[in-house]
Protein backbone atom coordinates (compact mmCIF):
# COMPACT_ATOMS: atom_id res chain seq x y z
CA UNK A 1 0.00 0.00 0.00
CA UNK A 2 1.20 3.16 -1.19
CA UNK A 3 2.11 6.25 1.61
CA UNK A 4 -1.08 8.13 -0.13
CA UNK A 5 -3.11 5.65 0.73
CA UNK A 6 -1.95 4.50 4.14
CA UNK A 7 -2.78 8.24 4.91
CA UNK A 8 -6.22 8.80 3.44
CA UNK A 9 -7.06 5.71 5.86
CA UNK A 10 -5.56 7.23 8.38
CA UNK A 11 -7.62 10.28 8.43
CA UNK A 12 -11.00 7.99 7.70
CA UNK A 13 -10.26 6.53 10.82
CA UNK A 14 -10.76 9.69 12.16
CA UNK A 15 -13.32 11.19 10.19
CA UNK A 16 -15.10 14.27 12.06
CA UNK A 17 -18.57 13.23 13.33
CA UNK A 18 -20.94 15.49 10.73
CA UNK A 19 -24.25 16.60 12.02
CA UNK A 20 -25.58 14.28 8.62
CA UNK A 21 -23.70 10.92 10.71
CA UNK A 22 -25.93 12.30 13.72
CA UNK A 23 -29.23 12.58 11.53
CA UNK A 24 -28.60 9.14 10.05
CA UNK A 25 -28.46 7.58 13.90
CA UNK A 26 -32.27 8.46 13.88
CA UNK A 27 -34.01 5.03 11.79
CA UNK A 28 -36.95 4.71 10.20
CA UNK A 29 -37.46 1.63 12.46
CA UNK A 30 -36.28 3.88 15.17
CA UNK A 31 -38.69 6.11 14.81
CA UNK A 32 -41.61 3.63 14.52
CA UNK A 33 -40.38 2.26 18.02
CA UNK A 34 -41.09 5.24 19.41
CA UNK A 35 -44.18 6.17 18.27
CA UNK A 36 -45.85 2.88 19.25
CA UNK A 37 -43.83 2.86 22.84
CA UNK A 38 -43.32 6.08 23.16
CA UNK A 39 -39.52 5.57 24.17
CA UNK A 40 -36.37 6.77 22.30
CA UNK A 41 -33.15 5.32 22.99
CA UNK A 42 -30.30 6.89 21.82
CA UNK A 43 -27.71 6.10 24.31
CA UNK A 44 -24.12 5.66 23.11
CA UNK A 45 -24.36 6.41 19.91
CA UNK A 46 -21.44 8.62 19.71
CA UNK A 47 -23.54 12.17 18.58
CA UNK A 48 -22.01 15.20 19.10
CA UNK A 49 -25.27 16.55 17.93
CA UNK A 50 -29.34 15.65 18.97
CA UNK A 51 -30.66 14.61 14.92
CA UNK A 52 -33.58 16.55 14.18
CA UNK A 53 -36.44 14.27 13.93
CA UNK A 54 -36.14 13.98 17.02
CA UNK A 55 -37.66 16.90 17.87
CA UNK A 56 -40.55 16.82 15.61
CA UNK A 57 -41.14 13.24 16.49
CA UNK A 58 -44.90 13.90 17.74
CA UNK A 59 -45.72 16.07 15.00
CA UNK A 60 -44.53 14.13 11.70
CA UNK A 61 -46.03 16.20 8.16
CA UNK A 62 -47.68 13.84 6.28
CA UNK A 63 -45.27 13.10 3.30
CA UNK A 64 -43.31 11.53 6.48
CA UNK A 65 -46.07 9.37 7.96
CA UNK A 66 -46.94 8.40 4.36
CA UNK A 67 -43.24 7.41 2.73
CA UNK A 68 -42.80 5.56 6.30
CA UNK A 69 -46.24 3.89 5.82
CA UNK A 70 -45.38 2.87 2.29
CA UNK A 71 -41.85 1.62 3.54
CA UNK A 72 -42.93 -0.89 6.96
CA UNK A 73 -46.48 -1.32 5.45
CA UNK A 74 -45.52 -5.19 5.76
CA UNK A 75 -45.33 -4.94 9.30
CA UNK A 76 -47.85 -2.76 10.23
CA UNK A 77 -51.01 -3.22 8.23
CA UNK A 78 -53.50 -3.14 10.45
CA UNK A 79 -52.08 -0.58 12.63
CA UNK A 80 -51.92 3.30 12.26
CA UNK A 81 -49.02 3.42 14.61
CA UNK A 82 -48.72 7.04 13.99
CA UNK A 83 -51.73 7.76 16.06
CA UNK A 84 -50.56 5.70 19.44
CA UNK A 85 -47.84 7.26 21.95
CA UNK A 86 -46.19 10.72 21.92
CA UNK A 87 -43.01 10.94 23.16
CA UNK A 88 -42.35 10.54 26.92
CA UNK A 89 -39.14 8.82 27.23
CA UNK A 90 -36.30 9.52 25.89
CA UNK A 91 -32.28 9.05 26.61
CA UNK A 92 -29.37 10.71 25.21
CA UNK A 93 -27.14 9.77 27.62
CA UNK A 94 -23.38 8.73 26.90
CA UNK A 95 -23.16 10.95 24.06
CA UNK A 96 -20.25 13.80 23.06
CA UNK A 97 -23.60 16.46 23.22
CA UNK A 98 -22.79 20.27 24.24
CA UNK A 99 -25.29 21.84 23.43
CA UNK A 100 -29.77 21.32 23.49
CA UNK A 101 -31.91 22.47 21.24
CA UNK A 102 -34.43 24.91 22.03
CA UNK A 103 -36.65 22.70 19.97
CA UNK A 104 -36.92 20.67 22.94
CA UNK A 105 -39.84 22.40 24.22
CA UNK A 106 -42.05 20.58 21.00
CA UNK A 107 -41.88 17.11 23.23
CA UNK A 108 -44.06 18.70 25.96
CA UNK A 109 -44.99 15.21 26.80
CA UNK A 110 -41.79 14.36 28.37
CA UNK A 111 -41.63 12.65 31.50
CA UNK A 112 -38.25 11.30 31.43
CA UNK A 113 -35.24 12.80 30.01
CA UNK A 114 -31.80 11.03 30.53
CA UNK A 115 -28.13 13.50 29.54
CA UNK A 116 -25.89 12.25 31.37
CA UNK A 117 -22.73 12.10 30.83
CA UNK A 118 -22.15 14.38 27.83
CA UNK A 119 -20.86 17.64 27.52
CA UNK A 120 -23.26 19.96 28.25
CA UNK A 121 -22.60 23.26 29.83
CA UNK A 122 -25.96 24.45 30.10
CA UNK A 123 -29.26 24.01 29.31
CA UNK A 124 -31.68 25.52 27.02
CA UNK A 125 -34.03 28.02 28.84
CA UNK A 126 -36.91 26.59 27.26
CA UNK A 127 -36.50 23.58 29.41
CA UNK A 128 -39.10 24.99 31.75
CA UNK A 129 -41.79 23.89 28.95
CA UNK A 130 -41.46 20.11 29.65
CA UNK A 131 -44.47 20.76 32.42
CA UNK A 132 -45.01 16.56 33.24
CA UNK A 133 -41.04 15.93 33.82
CA UNK A 134 -40.62 13.76 36.35
CA UNK A 135 -37.69 11.94 36.19
CA UNK A 136 -34.24 14.21 34.97
CA UNK A 137 -31.10 12.81 35.04
CA UNK A 138 -27.61 15.56 33.74
CA UNK A 139 -25.22 14.02 36.35
CA UNK A 140 -21.72 13.79 34.89
CA UNK A 141 -21.52 17.06 32.54
CA UNK A 142 -19.73 20.75 32.87
CA UNK A 143 -22.70 23.20 34.32
CA UNK A 144 -21.34 25.40 36.98
CA UNK A 145 -24.63 26.24 37.79
CA UNK A 146 -28.62 25.29 37.20
CA UNK A 147 -30.67 27.36 34.91
CA UNK A 148 -33.42 28.99 37.18
CA UNK A 149 -36.05 27.32 34.42
CA UNK A 150 -35.17 23.81 35.87
CA UNK A 151 -36.96 24.92 39.51
CA UNK A 152 -40.21 25.51 37.32
CA UNK A 153 -40.81 21.78 36.71
CA UNK A 154 -42.70 21.24 39.63
CA UNK A 155 -44.06 17.76 38.71
CA UNK A 156 -40.62 16.27 38.91
CA UNK A 157 -40.15 13.41 41.32
CA UNK A 158 -36.03 12.66 40.76
CA UNK A 159 -33.55 14.99 39.55
CA UNK A 160 -30.05 13.59 39.59
CA UNK A 161 -26.96 16.52 39.38
CA UNK A 162 -23.90 14.06 40.07
CA UNK A 163 -20.76 15.18 39.24
CA UNK A 164 -21.54 17.92 36.98
CA UNK A 165 -18.87 21.03 38.62
CA UNK A 166 -21.97 22.68 40.01
CA UNK A 167 -20.76 26.00 42.49
CA UNK A 168 -24.26 27.20 43.11
CA UNK A 169 -27.77 26.63 44.01
CA UNK A 170 -30.68 28.87 44.71
CA UNK A 171 -33.30 28.46 47.44
CA UNK A 172 -35.93 28.20 44.58
CA UNK A 173 -34.82 24.60 44.57
CA UNK A 174 -37.89 24.15 47.16
CA UNK A 175 -40.59 25.12 44.74
CA UNK A 176 -40.01 21.35 43.01
CA UNK A 177 -42.13 20.46 45.86
CA UNK A 178 -42.91 16.66 44.17
CA UNK A 179 -39.08 15.43 44.27
CA UNK A 180 -38.64 12.46 45.99
CA UNK A 181 -34.57 11.80 44.91
CA UNK A 182 -31.92 14.70 44.49
CA UNK A 183 -28.60 13.78 44.14
CA UNK A 184 -26.34 16.56 43.76
CA UNK A 185 -22.92 14.76 45.00
CA UNK A 186 -19.73 15.18 43.77
CA UNK A 187 -20.08 18.67 42.99
CA UNK A 188 -18.20 21.87 44.17
CA UNK A 189 -21.22 23.07 46.67
CA UNK A 190 -20.32 25.03 49.96
CA UNK A 191 -23.37 25.52 51.65
CA UNK A 192 -26.82 24.19 52.12
CA UNK A 193 -29.71 26.47 50.55
CA UNK A 194 -32.79 27.73 53.73
CA UNK A 195 -35.35 26.74 50.40
CA UNK A 196 -34.40 22.87 50.83
CA UNK A 197 -36.51 22.57 53.66
CA UNK A 198 -39.80 22.73 51.32
CA UNK A 199 -39.01 19.46 50.05
CA UNK A 200 -41.24 17.93 52.25
CA UNK A 201 -41.49 14.74 50.14
CA UNK A 202 -37.76 13.67 49.76
CA UNK A 203 -37.25 10.32 50.69
CA UNK A 204 -33.04 10.37 49.30
CA UNK A 205 -30.91 13.77 49.63
CA UNK A 206 -27.49 12.65 48.07
CA UNK A 207 -25.19 15.76 49.12
CA UNK A 208 -21.75 13.81 49.70
CA UNK A 209 -18.25 14.91 48.06
CA UNK A 210 -18.63 18.38 48.50
CA UNK A 211 -17.31 21.47 50.26
CA UNK A 212 -20.56 22.06 52.34
CA UNK A 213 -19.26 23.38 55.93
CA UNK A 214 -22.97 24.46 57.10
CA UNK A 215 -26.09 23.12 57.01
CA UNK A 216 -29.38 25.02 58.07
CA UNK A 217 -31.55 23.83 60.50
CA UNK A 218 -34.89 23.57 58.52
CA UNK A 219 -33.30 20.24 56.89
CA UNK A 220 -35.48 18.54 59.58
CA UNK A 221 -38.74 19.86 57.94
CA UNK A 222 -37.92 17.13 55.63
CA UNK A 223 -40.48 14.60 57.65
CA UNK A 224 -40.49 11.72 54.47
CA UNK A 225 -36.52 11.69 54.06
CA UNK A 226 -35.14 7.60 54.41
CA UNK A 227 -31.62 8.40 53.38
CA UNK A 228 -29.46 11.50 54.36
CA UNK A 229 -25.93 11.53 52.55
CA UNK A 230 -23.36 13.85 53.40
CA UNK A 231 -20.30 12.51 53.41
CA UNK A 232 -16.81 13.46 52.43
CA UNK A 233 -17.91 17.18 53.21
CA UNK A 234 -16.18 20.05 55.76
CA UNK A 235 -19.21 19.75 58.05
CA UNK A 236 -17.94 20.02 61.92
CA UNK A 237 -21.52 20.39 63.66
CA UNK A 238 -25.32 19.30 62.01
CA UNK A 239 -28.63 20.76 63.32
CA UNK A 240 -30.43 18.39 65.57
CA UNK A 241 -31.61 15.84 63.55
CA UNK A 242 -34.53 13.64 65.66
CA UNK A 243 -37.76 15.14 63.71
CA UNK A 244 -36.86 13.01 61.15
CA UNK A 245 -38.76 9.93 62.11
CA UNK A 246 -38.87 7.56 58.90
CA UNK A 247 -35.06 8.27 58.23
CA UNK A 248 -33.61 4.92 58.13
CA UNK A 249 -29.37 5.64 56.99
CA UNK A 250 -27.54 8.46 57.86
CA UNK A 251 -24.43 8.99 56.38
CA UNK A 252 -21.66 11.25 57.96
CA UNK A 253 -18.00 10.14 57.66
CA UNK A 254 -14.86 11.77 56.00
CA UNK A 255 -16.43 15.58 57.76
CA UNK A 256 -14.80 17.33 60.52
CA UNK A 257 -17.60 16.52 63.21
CA UNK A 258 -15.96 17.28 67.25
CA UNK A 259 -19.00 15.85 69.19
CA UNK A 260 -21.62 13.51 68.37
CA UNK A 261 -24.42 14.46 66.13
CA UNK A 262 -27.54 14.55 67.87
CA UNK A 263 -29.70 12.05 66.30
CA UNK A 264 -31.78 11.25 69.55
CA UNK A 265 -35.79 10.38 68.23
CA UNK A 266 -34.88 9.13 65.14
CA UNK A 267 -36.69 6.00 65.69
CA UNK A 268 -36.52 4.41 61.99
CA UNK A 269 -32.44 4.52 61.92
CA UNK A 270 -30.96 1.47 61.07
CA UNK A 271 -27.72 2.98 60.01
CA UNK A 272 -25.58 5.46 61.30
CA UNK A 273 -21.86 6.11 59.63
CA UNK A 274 -19.39 8.26 61.72
CA UNK A 275 -15.97 7.15 60.81
CA UNK A 276 -13.04 9.42 59.60
CA UNK A 277 -14.06 12.42 61.55
CA UNK A 278 -12.48 14.26 65.07
CA UNK A 279 -15.08 12.72 67.42
CA UNK A 280 -14.20 12.60 70.94
CA UNK A 281 -16.96 11.27 72.55
CA UNK A 282 -20.28 9.17 72.14
CA UNK A 283 -22.99 11.32 73.93
CA UNK A 284 -24.97 9.00 75.93
CA UNK A 285 -28.29 10.78 75.90
CA UNK A 286 -28.00 11.17 72.09
CA UNK A 287 -28.56 7.43 71.60
CA UNK A 288 -32.47 7.38 72.91
CA UNK A 289 -34.44 6.19 71.03
CA UNK A 290 -32.39 4.57 68.73
CA UNK A 291 -33.97 0.72 69.51
CA UNK A 292 -33.99 -0.19 66.00
CA UNK A 293 -30.05 0.89 65.06
CA UNK A 294 -28.35 -2.20 63.40
CA UNK A 295 -24.78 -0.57 62.08
CA UNK A 296 -22.83 2.31 63.89
CA UNK A 297 -19.10 3.34 62.70
CA UNK A 298 -16.80 5.63 64.27
CA UNK A 299 -13.14 3.84 63.58
CA UNK A 300 -10.91 6.77 62.84
CA UNK A 301 -11.86 8.93 65.39
CA UNK A 302 -10.65 10.14 68.91
CA UNK A 303 -12.97 8.36 71.25
CA UNK A 304 -11.52 7.30 74.48
CA UNK A 305 -14.60 5.74 76.00
CA UNK A 306 -17.50 3.48 75.33
CA UNK A 307 -20.33 4.65 77.19
CA UNK A 308 -22.72 2.01 79.19
CA UNK A 309 -25.54 3.59 77.39
CA UNK A 310 -24.15 1.28 74.81
CA UNK A 311 -26.93 -0.92 75.68
CA UNK A 312 -29.71 0.63 74.46
CA UNK A 313 -29.07 -0.09 71.01
CA UNK A 314 -30.31 -3.68 71.47
CA UNK A 315 -30.54 -4.33 67.78
CA UNK A 316 -27.00 -3.53 67.20
CA UNK A 317 -25.31 -6.04 64.86
CA UNK A 318 -22.12 -4.09 63.52
CA UNK A 319 -20.62 -1.58 65.53
CA UNK A 320 -16.72 -0.26 64.94
CA UNK A 321 -14.84 1.91 66.99
CA UNK A 322 -11.80 0.28 65.82
CA UNK A 323 -8.55 3.34 65.65
CA UNK A 324 -9.73 5.12 68.17
CA UNK A 325 -8.11 5.68 71.77
CA UNK A 326 -9.87 3.36 73.78
CA UNK A 327 -8.55 1.49 76.86
CA UNK A 328 -11.68 -0.69 78.11
CA UNK A 329 -14.52 -2.87 76.71
CA UNK A 330 -17.45 -2.62 78.83
CA UNK A 331 -19.01 -5.33 79.97
CA UNK A 332 -22.15 -4.11 78.35
CA UNK A 333 -21.08 -5.10 75.22
CA UNK A 334 -21.29 -8.38 75.88
CA UNK A 335 -24.87 -8.41 76.52
CA UNK A 336 -25.52 -7.06 73.45
CA UNK A 337 -27.90 -9.75 72.12
CA UNK A 338 -27.79 -8.64 68.20
CA UNK A 339 -24.25 -8.17 67.76
CA UNK A 340 -22.84 -9.96 64.89
CA UNK A 341 -19.13 -7.86 64.34
CA UNK A 342 -17.42 -6.16 66.90
CA UNK A 343 -14.02 -3.68 65.30
CA UNK A 344 -12.02 -2.38 68.34
CA UNK A 345 -8.41 -2.88 66.98
CA UNK A 346 -5.93 -0.30 66.94
CA UNK A 347 -6.75 1.11 70.11
CA UNK A 348 -5.19 1.14 73.42
CA UNK A 349 -7.30 -1.56 75.20
CA UNK A 350 -6.15 -3.30 78.91
CA UNK A 351 -8.94 -6.04 80.15
CA UNK A 352 -8.63 -8.06 77.09
CA UNK A 353 -5.29 -9.11 75.32
CA UNK A 354 -4.34 -8.62 72.29
CA UNK A 355 -4.63 -12.15 70.87
CA UNK A 356 -8.20 -12.33 71.90
CA UNK A 357 -8.95 -9.35 70.33
CA UNK A 358 -7.13 -10.05 67.02
CA UNK A 359 -9.49 -13.74 67.10
CA UNK A 360 -12.20 -11.29 66.16
CA UNK A 361 -16.08 -10.99 67.44
CA UNK A 362 -17.02 -14.33 68.67
CA UNK A 363 -13.76 -14.61 71.03
CA UNK A 364 -14.08 -11.17 72.05
CA UNK A 365 -17.85 -11.45 73.31
CA UNK A 366 -16.68 -15.05 74.91
CA UNK A 367 -13.98 -13.03 77.08
CA UNK A 368 -16.40 -9.94 78.24
CA UNK A 369 -18.84 -12.29 79.04
CA UNK A 370 -17.07 -15.06 80.91
CA UNK A 371 -15.50 -12.46 82.60
CA UNK A 372 -18.58 -10.65 83.61
CA UNK A 373 -20.05 -13.39 84.92
CA UNK A 374 -16.80 -14.40 87.21
CA UNK A 375 -17.01 -10.74 88.25
CA UNK A 376 -20.86 -10.44 88.57
CA UNK A 377 -20.91 -6.96 86.85
CA UNK A 378 -24.73 -6.82 86.62
CA UNK A 379 -25.19 -5.38 83.07
CA UNK A 380 -28.47 -6.95 82.60
CA UNK A 381 -29.98 -4.09 84.40
CA UNK A 382 -28.91 -1.66 81.72
CA UNK A 383 -31.55 -4.37 79.97
CA UNK A 384 -34.12 -4.08 82.57
CA UNK A 385 -33.54 -0.38 83.23
CA UNK A 386 -36.14 -0.80 85.71
CA UNK A 387 -37.02 1.27 89.37
CA UNK A 388 -37.34 -1.76 91.23
CA UNK A 389 -34.55 -4.37 92.02
CA UNK A 390 -35.94 -7.17 90.18
CA UNK A 391 -33.39 -8.25 87.92
CA UNK A 392 -36.24 -9.37 84.94
CA UNK A 393 -37.14 -6.44 82.23
CA UNK A 394 -40.47 -4.93 82.91
CA UNK A 395 -43.06 -4.41 80.41
CA UNK A 396 -42.32 -0.94 79.63
CA UNK A 397 -38.54 -1.37 78.70
CA UNK A 398 -40.27 -4.28 76.54
CA UNK A 399 -42.20 -1.84 74.74
CA UNK A 400 -39.77 0.20 73.69
CA UNK A 401 -36.83 -2.06 72.82
CA UNK A 402 -39.16 -4.76 71.39
CA UNK A 403 -36.76 -7.20 73.49
CA UNK A 404 -37.02 -10.06 75.87
CA UNK A 405 -33.46 -11.04 76.92
CA UNK A 406 -33.00 -13.46 80.28
CA UNK A 407 -29.39 -14.41 78.72
CA UNK A 408 -27.11 -15.50 81.21
CA UNK A 409 -29.49 -16.37 84.07
CA UNK A 410 -28.99 -19.78 84.83
CA UNK A 411 -32.87 -20.37 84.88
CA UNK A 412 -34.44 -23.46 85.22
CA UNK A 413 -37.95 -22.40 84.02
CA UNK A 414 -38.94 -18.95 82.93
CA UNK A 415 -41.24 -16.72 85.09
CA UNK A 416 -44.88 -17.09 83.86
CA UNK A 417 -45.64 -12.92 84.63
CA UNK A 418 -42.70 -11.93 82.11
CA UNK A 419 -43.55 -13.86 79.32
CA UNK A 420 -47.06 -12.48 80.03
CA UNK A 421 -46.06 -9.00 79.25
CA UNK A 422 -43.39 -9.37 76.74
CA UNK A 423 -47.17 -10.68 74.96
CA UNK A 424 -48.27 -7.78 75.74
CA UNK A 425 -44.96 -5.44 74.71
CA UNK A 426 -45.40 -7.55 71.27
CA UNK A 427 -41.31 -8.46 71.43
CA UNK A 428 -39.56 -9.27 68.17
CA UNK A 429 -36.36 -10.21 69.93
CA UNK A 430 -36.23 -13.36 72.42
CA UNK A 431 -32.73 -14.31 73.76
CA UNK A 432 -33.11 -17.25 76.54
CA UNK A 433 -29.18 -17.87 75.91
CA UNK A 434 -27.13 -19.06 78.67
CA UNK A 435 -29.59 -20.67 80.96
CA UNK A 436 -30.31 -24.28 81.94
CA UNK A 437 -33.72 -24.42 79.88
CA UNK A 438 -34.94 -28.58 79.40
CA UNK A 439 -37.59 -27.55 77.72
CA UNK A 440 -39.89 -24.08 76.03
CA UNK A 441 -43.19 -23.80 78.24
CA UNK A 442 -46.09 -22.90 76.39
CA UNK A 443 -46.83 -19.63 77.44
CA UNK A 444 -43.99 -18.46 74.75
CA UNK A 445 -46.01 -19.88 72.13
CA UNK A 446 -48.44 -16.94 72.44
CA UNK A 447 -45.35 -14.00 71.47
CA UNK A 448 -46.58 -14.95 68.13
CA UNK A 449 -44.33 -11.53 66.99
CA UNK A 450 -40.82 -13.10 67.28
CA UNK A 451 -38.56 -12.67 64.83
CA UNK A 452 -35.26 -13.44 66.33
CA UNK A 453 -35.20 -16.46 69.08
CA UNK A 454 -31.64 -16.93 70.54
CA UNK A 455 -31.78 -20.28 72.63
CA UNK A 456 -27.93 -21.21 72.77
CA UNK A 457 -26.48 -23.22 75.39
CA UNK A 458 -29.29 -24.61 76.79
CA UNK A 459 -30.64 -28.20 77.76
CA UNK A 460 -33.05 -28.44 74.68
CA UNK A 461 -33.09 -32.34 73.59
CA UNK A 462 -36.82 -31.11 71.94
CA UNK A 463 -38.22 -28.18 70.27
CA UNK A 464 -42.41 -28.07 70.84
CA UNK A 465 -44.20 -28.16 67.61
CA UNK A 466 -45.74 -24.40 68.50
CA UNK A 467 -42.93 -22.88 67.20
CA UNK A 468 -43.73 -23.48 63.30
CA UNK A 469 -47.13 -22.52 63.86
CA UNK A 470 -47.38 -19.65 66.25
CA UNK A 471 -43.75 -17.93 65.14
CA UNK A 472 -44.97 -17.25 61.77
CA UNK A 473 -42.59 -14.15 61.43
CA UNK A 474 -39.19 -16.03 62.77
CA UNK A 475 -36.11 -14.96 60.59
CA UNK A 476 -33.81 -16.09 62.81
CA UNK A 477 -33.25 -19.01 65.15
CA UNK A 478 -30.17 -20.25 66.60
CA UNK A 479 -30.54 -23.21 68.89
CA UNK A 480 -26.67 -24.15 69.01
CA UNK A 481 -25.19 -25.52 71.79
CA UNK A 482 -28.04 -27.86 72.77
CA UNK A 483 -28.80 -31.82 73.04
CA UNK A 484 -30.75 -31.70 69.91
CA UNK A 485 -31.56 -34.50 67.75
CA UNK A 486 -34.25 -33.53 65.64
CA UNK A 487 -36.62 -30.47 64.69
CA UNK A 488 -40.12 -30.46 64.62
CA UNK A 489 -42.39 -30.81 61.27
CA UNK A 490 -43.59 -27.39 61.81
CA UNK A 491 -40.53 -25.56 60.96
CA UNK A 492 -41.36 -25.92 57.08
CA UNK A 493 -44.11 -23.40 57.91
CA UNK A 494 -41.54 -20.70 58.30
CA UNK A 495 -41.64 -19.23 55.40
CA UNK A 496 -39.67 -16.07 56.38
CA UNK A 497 -36.78 -17.78 58.25
CA UNK A 498 -33.53 -16.70 56.58
CA UNK A 499 -30.70 -18.42 59.21
CA UNK A 500 -30.73 -20.80 61.09
CA UNK A 501 -27.98 -22.34 63.35
CA UNK A 502 -28.07 -26.04 64.63
CA UNK A 503 -23.83 -26.18 65.62
CA UNK A 504 -22.81 -28.33 68.50
CA UNK A 505 -25.73 -30.44 69.12
CA UNK A 506 -26.59 -34.18 68.30
CA UNK A 507 -28.10 -33.93 64.81
CA UNK A 508 -26.74 -36.70 62.39
CA UNK A 509 -28.86 -35.69 59.66
CA UNK A 510 -30.17 -32.35 58.65
CA UNK A 511 -33.58 -32.47 59.29
CA UNK A 512 -35.60 -33.36 56.44
CA UNK A 513 -37.89 -30.25 57.88
CA UNK A 514 -34.89 -27.44 56.98
CA UNK A 515 -34.68 -28.38 53.25
CA UNK A 516 -38.67 -27.06 52.63
CA UNK A 517 -37.79 -23.59 54.53
CA UNK A 518 -37.20 -22.12 50.97
CA UNK A 519 -36.28 -18.79 52.30
CA UNK A 520 -33.20 -20.12 53.99
CA UNK A 521 -30.03 -18.10 53.52
CA UNK A 522 -27.63 -19.41 55.80
CA UNK A 523 -27.11 -23.19 57.94
CA UNK A 524 -25.15 -23.99 60.42
CA UNK A 525 -24.93 -26.98 61.17
CA UNK A 526 -21.14 -27.53 62.39
CA UNK A 527 -19.80 -29.81 65.25
CA UNK A 528 -22.35 -32.32 65.02
CA UNK A 529 -22.86 -36.04 63.65
CA UNK A 530 -23.66 -35.79 60.34
CA UNK A 531 -22.66 -38.19 57.98
CA UNK A 532 -23.49 -37.10 54.75
CA UNK A 533 -24.75 -34.67 52.37
CA UNK A 534 -27.67 -34.61 50.27
CA UNK A 535 -27.35 -32.63 47.97
CA UNK A 536 -30.62 -33.26 45.94
CA UNK A 537 -32.44 -31.95 49.53
CA UNK A 538 -30.15 -28.88 49.09
CA UNK A 539 -31.24 -27.83 45.98
CA UNK A 540 -34.39 -27.12 47.36
CA UNK A 541 -33.02 -23.82 49.00
CA UNK A 542 -32.15 -21.56 45.95
CA UNK A 543 -31.60 -18.71 48.54
CA UNK A 544 -28.63 -20.65 50.75
CA UNK A 545 -25.54 -18.43 50.60
CA UNK A 546 -23.72 -19.75 53.83
CA UNK A 547 -23.43 -23.68 54.48
CA UNK A 548 -21.36 -24.58 57.42
CA UNK A 549 -20.72 -28.30 58.04
CA UNK A 550 -17.40 -28.55 59.60
CA UNK A 551 -16.74 -30.94 62.51
CA UNK A 552 -18.78 -33.63 61.65
CA UNK A 553 -19.19 -37.49 60.55
CA UNK A 554 -18.79 -36.87 56.97
CA UNK A 555 -16.81 -39.44 54.78
CA UNK A 556 -17.56 -38.38 51.36
CA UNK A 557 -18.57 -35.48 49.48
CA UNK A 558 -20.47 -35.39 46.13
CA UNK A 559 -19.39 -33.81 43.68
CA UNK A 560 -22.21 -32.04 42.67
CA UNK A 561 -22.20 -30.29 45.53
CA UNK A 562 -20.49 -28.17 43.14
CA UNK A 563 -23.31 -27.08 41.47
CA UNK A 564 -24.84 -25.40 44.36
CA UNK A 565 -23.56 -22.02 42.72
CA UNK A 566 -25.02 -19.38 45.15
CA UNK A 567 -22.99 -20.73 48.04
CA UNK A 568 -20.88 -17.92 49.01
CA UNK A 569 -19.35 -19.36 52.00
CA UNK A 570 -19.11 -23.44 52.40
CA UNK A 571 -17.17 -25.12 55.47
CA UNK A 572 -16.34 -28.50 55.05
CA UNK A 573 -13.23 -28.68 57.51
CA UNK A 574 -12.51 -31.55 60.46
CA UNK A 575 -14.70 -34.58 58.91
CA UNK A 576 -12.93 -37.78 57.75
CA UNK A 577 -13.37 -37.75 53.73
CA UNK A 578 -9.76 -37.92 52.31
CA UNK A 579 -11.49 -35.81 49.24
CA UNK A 580 -10.85 -33.05 48.92
CA UNK A 581 -7.73 -32.89 50.08
CA UNK A 582 -6.92 -30.15 53.28
CA UNK A 583 -5.31 -27.68 50.78
CA UNK A 584 -8.02 -27.27 48.67
CA UNK A 585 -10.91 -27.01 51.65
CA UNK A 586 -8.49 -24.13 52.45
CA UNK A 587 -9.23 -21.98 49.51
CA UNK A 588 -12.03 -19.72 48.79
CA UNK A 589 -15.67 -21.07 48.42
CA UNK A 590 -15.67 -20.29 44.40
CA UNK A 591 -12.60 -22.13 44.15
CA UNK A 592 -14.01 -25.60 46.06
CA UNK A 593 -17.34 -25.64 44.23
CA UNK A 594 -15.26 -25.38 41.04
CA UNK A 595 -12.92 -28.62 42.21
CA UNK A 596 -16.40 -30.24 42.93
CA UNK A 597 -17.70 -29.58 39.82
CA UNK A 598 -14.65 -31.01 37.86
CA UNK A 599 -14.99 -34.13 39.78
CA UNK A 600 -18.50 -34.73 37.97
CA UNK A 601 -18.07 -38.38 36.25
CA UNK A 602 -19.23 -36.95 32.31
Known amino acids: MSDVKKKSNRFALFKKRTKTDDNAELSKSAIVSARKTGRLNLSSKGLSSVPDKVWSINEL ?62 LPHTIGSLRKLKTLNISGNKMEYLDPQLYTLVELRELHLKNCHIELWDPEIGDLIMLTHLDLSHNKLTFVPIGIGYLVRLVTLNLSHNRIIEVGPDITNMRSLKTLDMSFNELDSIPPLGELRRVERIMLQSNSFYTFPDVSGCSALTELYLENNNISEIEPTFLEG ?204 LKYLRYIDLSFNRFEELPETVYDVVSLESLSANDNKIKEIDVTSLQKLKGLAVLNLANNNIAYVPPQLGNLKNIRNLSLLGNCFKFPRQNTLMKDTEEILSYLRNQIPR
Open 61 to 122: TEEELQHLHFELDYEHKEERWWEQEPLRVLDLSCNSLTTIDDRIEFLEELDTLDLHNNLLEN
Open 290 to 493: LSNLKKLTLQNNYIEVIPEAIIKLINLQVFDVSHNRISLIPSCIGVLPNLREFAIKENYIENVRGDIIRCGTPRILAHIRQTTDSTNVNTRDWLACSTSASKYPDKYMMRNTKLLSLAGQNLVELPGEVLADAVEASVTTVDLSRNKLAELPDEMAEIVTVTDLKLISNLLTRLPEWIGEKYKYLQTLDISKNYLESLPLSISC
